[in-house]
């Protein structure tokens, strides 16, 4: 992974607090450990089976993306010719943070699948809170994680990293200076090419 500058260390930290949520969301879908041994299906509540599916879907999908930022994604990546045109048109940079906050916040689903079930026990969790098992537990943090821990170092990104726009512009600037110095050369070319070809005969027929 590339730790060089200060925009690539915060995408590495939120990449690996992302796929650390997406673990434990993952885990906690699909293990029987909430309550009494019992899993999150046990009573098959329709709400709780449809928003946990939705939350294990998206935990996947986020926790590929993290994979991606934290050990394919470079500095390099977003100064592409094709990158920078489209972001200067749409005028916004492209911050893997953004991305990886707006799927993290997918993960609301399974806020909401875990709110469900404690709100259906919650008379067995407050008489005794030793009975919630560990993929009760790891839920919570996987939630905690990528619903507030990932929002906090958005935020503090946007407050600390410089907007790489300008950069973005410089770039595209020097490529088009470039691309039209080898377009006018390349261009020449022929012509000094047909301009000796047209004088070659002459010479050729001056000599007796």
């Known amino acids: 992974p590339e730790l060089k500058d200060t925009i690539s260390r915060f995408r590495f930290t939120q990449s690996c ?3 650390s949520g997406c673990l ?3 885990y906690a879908v699909w293990t029987p450990f909430w309550l009494k041994d019992g899993g999150l299906w046990t009573e098959w509540n329709d709400a709780e089976r449809v928003f946990g599916v939705l939350s ?5 999908s986020a926790g590929a993306l993290s994979l991606v930022f ?3 994604w470079t500095s390099e990546t977003v100064r592409s010719y094709s990158n920078t045109r489209a972001l200067l048109m749409a005028g ?4 893997p943070t953004t991305l990886l906050l707006l799927t993290m916040s997918s993960t609301f689903f ?3 699948s875990w709110s469900f079930f404690t709100y259906h026990h919650s008379e067995e969790i407050y008489q005794d809170f ?3 098992g560990s ?13 507030v821990v990932e929002t906090i170092i958005f935020v503090a990104e946007q407050a600390i990293v410089p907007d790489i726009l300008e950069d973005l512009e410089k770039a595209l600037k020097s490529w088009r200076v470039n691309s039209r110095l080898n377009r006018s050369f390349s261009d020449g070319c022929p012509h000094l090419a047909i301009s000796k070809s047209k004088i070659a005969p002459k010479r050729y027929m001056s000599v007796p």
């Open 56 to 60: 294990f879907l998206l935990a996947l």
């Open 24 to 26: 434990c969301v993952s």
């Open 135 to 147: 993929s009760y537990w790891l839920g919570a943090l996987g939630w905690i994680l990528l619903l």
């Open 130 to 132: 030793s009975i919630l």
């Open 17 to 19: 607090v992302g796929l």
């Open 70 to 72: 934290a050990l394919c």
């Open 110 to 112: 399974f806020l909401l």
């Open 92 to 95: 916004q940079a492209l911050y």
